[in-house]
């Protein structure tokens, strides 16, 4: 447990769980493109996201938003592939006056222009916005069609930054081929401590072809959890103020210089705490990363 927090009472009259007092902001990165920063740490939003309207089911969701926005997190990912995730995040944030604060990203995933055109100006006003922060080709879905799009649209105001998205190794050689031809600001991909496909020459291609990274399954899914249940950290994490297996897979992700934010999902308030933790304090250095590595394979 980080020492020194203290209670709050967030928006609406939440309880949140306490506020850590960090000495220091959550680590940011620069978007190549604009070189506006963002935090490393954002939220996906696949199933948590997909809920009813019964405060039941929602208020948890917005001590999630709460407990983001007071610990500097900005990033939210959607897409109309995630139920009704899209609507939830807009409706909720601003419910809570925090829809502007955050970075909101979503998806196209369809065939067709106009189609294309239809779901995105729905992601739209489902998100509650006027022009949307990303808007990337889900899972590269009839992707030069959208792309033609959004580079109108980004033209236009309506997006401020446009990419694609795939979540298995077999598309990152196509997303390379993106990523070189130098046509869109963000690539969001799958990349874990056990699933470093992308380590062979994605993460490389977009660093030096500045393109920003947006990494998705840090936890597999689960499994890594899995794999480590019952299992202490290292005594060395502590090095990096690693408090618990998911600073440790998401440590890390972000440890690499070319990884812009990492998204890991979750509808909990103690695990987005947990998570945003994870963007804060020392990284480990190439040495650092090695023994992660290294620890993980003798498990």
Known sequence: MIKGSCAIIGAAGFNTLPLFAFN???????????????????????????????????????????KMNEMGGKMIDASPMYGRAEQVIGDLSTELALNNKFFLATKVWTTGKQEGIEQMTASLQKMKRTSLDLMQVHNLQNWQTHLKTLQGWKESGKVRYIGVTHYTDSAHDRLESIVKSKVVDFVQFNYSIRSRNAEKSLLKAARDNG?????????????????????????????????????????????????????????????????????FGQLPDVQGRKKMLEWITTI
């Not at 954002?42 to 997909?50: K, R």
């Open 211 to 279: 393109v920003a990274v947006i990494i998705n399954e840090p936890f597999e899914q689960g499994e890594l959890f899995r794999f480590v249940k019952g299992k202490s950290l290292p005594a060395w994490s502590e090095d990096y103020g690693i408090k618990s297996w998911a600073q440790f897979f998401l440590k890390y992700i972000i440890s690499d210089p070319g990884v812009t934010c990492v998204i890991p999902g979750t509808s909990d308030v103690k695990h987005i705490t947990d998570n945003l933790g994870a963007g």
């Open 24 to 66: 220091n902001t959550m680590i940011n990165r620069a978007i190549p493109s604009s070189k506006e920063k963002i935090p490393v740490i954002g939220l996906g939003s696949w199933q948590q996201f997909d809920v009813g309207e019964a405060n039941a089911e929602r208020n948890p969701l917005k001590e999630v938003l709460l």
